[in-house]
C-alpha cells in the first residue's frame, strides 16, 4: 500500500515490514471553525517533504539514518457520525502504536488528538492509564473549551478531552488565543502549565521565559505525546492554516522545542502528531514549514533512538495490518 498520491514522507523509498518510524494521516476535517482545507493538509505535507534536507545538522547523519519509514495510506474513513470517525481513526491508529515503532501523524483538524489519546493509552509504555502520559502542545489556542457550538469533540476542545481521558500533565506553549473559561482553567488546574506567548515572545523579557520553558521540558518524565498545531507558529510562517495568529513562536522555538523535549534525560517521546496543516496555493509556505516540523521530530527520534532513550519499549515493530474498529467514543454516548 502506498499512500494514495504516490508520494512518501522525504521522498524515501516505500518500506511495510519492520517499521521503526510510521508516518500516518488523518485528513479529518469536520468542525474546524474558520479557514477550510486541512483535509488536503497530511498530503500537502507528505509532498512538500520531498523537498526537505535528508542532513540534520544534530543528529550529523542523513535521513532515514537507518531506520525503517514507513508512509501508511492516509485514514479514509467515511462513517455517519462524528463519534464513528472517531472510533474509525482508533482503529486506524491502533496497529502502531504497540511498541517498538514511532508514530507520525499528520493532521488534520487538532480534533484528532482525543482519538490519538485512545490509541496511547494501549502503548506499552502508558500501561492503559493515561495518567502516566505527558501532553506537550504547541498551539495558538488553549483548546481546553469545554465545548464550541455545543460539540464537545471541536477541535478548540482538544486539549480538555485529553485531560477528561486522564492525560497526567498537559505543558501549553505559544498560546495566545483563548477564552476567559480556558484561561481559569490553565490557572486552577495543576495537571495544565502554560506559557503564554505574551510573555515568551515579548521583546525585553522573552528569553527568561523561554529558557524557563526548555528547563521545564528537561525535567519531563516517562512517556510523552507531543501534539503540534502548526497555528503556534507565527502566522507569517503558516498562513494557510486554519487559524492563523499573529505574535506565535518563531521557527527555531519550535525546533528547539523538539530537540529539548527528546533530549529530556528522563522522557521517552512515544508519539508526536503535526495538525491543522493546510495546503497554501501560492506558495507552498505553510505545508513546507509543516514538513520540516515533521522532519526535525524524525531526526530527534532518530537521535533518541542512537543515545539509548528508547530502547526499553519491546521488540514489535510496525507491520501493515488491518484492525477492528473499537467503540470508544460510540459507547461514551450519555443518555
Ligand atoms: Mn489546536
Known amino acids: 500500500m502506498e499512500p494514495s498520491d504516490g508520494h512518501t514522507f522525504l521522498g524515501l523509498e516505500p518500506i511495510e515490514k519492520d517499521v521503526d518510524v510510521v508516518v500516518l494521516s488523518l485528513p479529518y476535517e469536520l468542525t474546524t471553525s474558520y479557514g477550510t482545507g486541512t483535509s488536503q493538509g497530511p498530503n500537502a505535507c507528505i509532498e512538500a517533504s520531498g523537498q526537505v534536507e535528508l542532513f540534520d545538522v544534530d543528529l550529523n547523519e542523513d535521513l532515514p539514518a537507518g531506520l525503517a519509514i514507513h508512509t501508511a495510506k492516509a485514514w479514509d474513513g467515511e462513517e455517519p457520525t462524528l463519534l464513528h470517525q472517531l ?21 488534520g483538524e487538532h480534533g484528532i488528538l482525543p482519538p490519538l489519546m485512545e490509541a496511547l493509552r494501549n502503548h506499552p509504555r502508558v500501561h492503559e492509564d493515561l495518567s502516566n502520559l505527558t501532553v506537550v502542545q504547541i498551539d495558538a489556542h488553549g483548546d481546553l473549551r469545554s465545548e464550541l457550538d455545543e460539540e464537545p469533540y471541536s477541535h478548540a476542545c482538544a486539549a480538555a478531552r485529553a485531560l477528561d481521558a486522564g492525560v497526567g500533565q498537559l505543558m501549553q506553549v505559544g498560546i495566545r488565543a483563548f477564552s476567559k473559561e480556558e484561561h481559569e482553567r490553565m490557572l486552577s488546574d495543576d495537571r495544565i502549565t502554560t506559557f503564554f506567548a505574551q510573555n515568551t515572545q515579548s521583546p525585553f523579557q522573552g528569553a527568561e521565559h523561554w529558557q524557563a520553558w526548555l528547563d521545564l521540558l528537561h525535567t519531563v518524565e516517562g512517556p510523552v505525546h507531543l501534539t503540534v498545531d502548526i497555528d503556534g507558529l507565527d502566522g507569517s510562517l503558516v498562513p494557510a492554516t486554519g487559524t492563523p495568529v499573529p505574535g506565535g513562536l518563531n521557527f527555531w522555538q519550535v525546533q528547539q522545542t523538539i530537540q529539548a523535549l527528546f533530549d529530556a534525560p528522563k522522557a521517552v517521546v512515544v508519539s508526536a502528531d503535526v495538525n491543522e496543516i493546510v495546503p497554501q496555493k501560492d506558495t507552498p509556505l505553510t505545508q513546507f514549514t509543516a514538513a520540516m516540523i515533521a522532519t526535525k521530530i524524525v531526526a530527534s527520534h532518530a537521535k533518541a533512538r542512537r543515545d539509548g532513550r528508547w530502547n526499553l519499549l519491546g521488540e514489535t515493530k510496525g507491520t501493515v495490518r488491518p484492525t477492528p474498529m473499537p467503540t470508544i467514543f460510540r459507547n461514551s454516548i450519555k443518555e
Open 87 to 107: 472510533d474509525s481513526m482508533v482503529g486506524y491508529l491502533n496497529p502502531w502504536f504497540e511498541g517498538d515503532c514511532f508514530p507520525l501523524t499528520l493532521g
